[in-house]
């Protein structure tokens, strides 16, 4: 089968197609031919030698989240037949991950009826930590929520869960996305210069709490790569009146510095029967920008790299 892998670290060049075998599930595992593989800004970083030390050595595939139609089923497998439409996480312990003609699964759902394999593919992480960051957050229903960075894919996933929890949703977004941000309900304004006053008069002056969810554009581990003075977290600071009340998906540095809280997300997809439901109930969803055939990974990543890709970014096999 045809593959994306990487044999050394440094930069998305060093990402190959390759023709590889097929992997085997292990028990509890299933085998897709993959249809649809969602990109994210943690590819790179894990290209670049994210969490180098915990997986194991190279050549090592990319895509951690996929959707296709089960193809094998390993040892103990029940509840899912050869042939079914699923989708959820790629693990990525192996030489090749979800960006490949065939690809491992140990957590799934079906993907409902009327849900694209692109589409499906676009959810697992930005459902996974958008979730996470809300029950992180501790917001209540009736509460005011400032999402920053709601034009990110993490961003538009936790505006929509946000409004299906009863939140009120105030949402920063660039021109692309603020049209559509809206029209499910989020009261939108830009990011940037006067920001704080654009909010605070949305909000009727009051935020009760804050999700960063903008890309930093550097590693998430990695200080030296972050944003200057942790973006826009002073801001939300400020508009909450509490550090304690700001959580941030992306700029870990700052937030120990200033004293917000955080999500990492341990990769558990306990939850993906629920997000499918709420894809198939129209709740949830993350809009795709762009897909992309397996050998232009470099056009996608140098666009996702851009911090402006304008939605998902998929690989379509
Ligand atoms: N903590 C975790 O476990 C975890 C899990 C997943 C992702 N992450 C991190 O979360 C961040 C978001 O991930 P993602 O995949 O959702 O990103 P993404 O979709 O690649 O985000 C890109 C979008 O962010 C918006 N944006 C760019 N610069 C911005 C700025 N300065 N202020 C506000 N918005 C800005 C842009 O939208 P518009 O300009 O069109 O509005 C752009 O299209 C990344 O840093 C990622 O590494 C963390």
Redesign the pocket.
Known sequence: MKALQFDRFGSPDVIVVREVPKPEPGPGQIRVAVRACGL???DW?LVDGLFADQLPPLPRGLGTEVAGVVDALGEGVTGVGVGDRVFGPAPLDGPTAGAAEYALMTAWAHTPEGVTAEQAAALP??A??AWH?LDDLGVQPGESLLV????????EAAVRLALHRGVRVIA???????AALEKIGARVTG??DGMAERVGALAAGRVDRALD?????GR?DRADQA?PAG??LPTLIGLTGDPDRVLT??DFAAAAELGTR????EMRYDRMTEFARLAGEGVLAVSV?RTYPLDQIHDAAKL?QS??????LVLVL
């Open positions: 994210t800004p943690g970083a992480m930005a996974e930590t960051a920053h960075g709601a034009g990110s894919t993490v961003g920063t977004a660039g021109p692309a996305r603020a990011y940037g969810a903008a890309p930093t554009g998430i944003s973006g826009a998906i992306s955080i999500t990492q997300i920008a996702s911090r402006r890709p304008g939605g998902k």
